[in-house]
């Protein structure tokens, strides 16, 4: 069987970070890419290669569904 290559959760490109957000029965929800580069250019911090740190994504998500 092969092994799925690791993602590092401080290193994801949007796509990756859409199939991580969107993977399992318990979310409700899907994110797209498009969802993630709109966030990108709404504000969202990146890495200098153009990544995202998974943590620093949700912690921007929940600061900015406070600001509405």
Do not use: F, H
């Not at 969802?35 to 943590?55: K, Q, Y």
């Amino acid at each position: 069987m092969a092994e799925s290559p690791r993602m590092n959760p401080n290193a994801l490109t949007p796509e990756q970070v859409a199939l991580v957000l969107s993977k399992g029965s318990a979310n409700r929800w899907r994110v797209t890419e498009a969802e993630v580069r709109a966030d990108i250019e709404a504000g969202l911090p990146i890495n200098p290669d153009g990544t995202l740190n998974l943590v620093t994504y949700c912690a921007w998500l929940i600061r900015e569904r406070g600001r509405r």
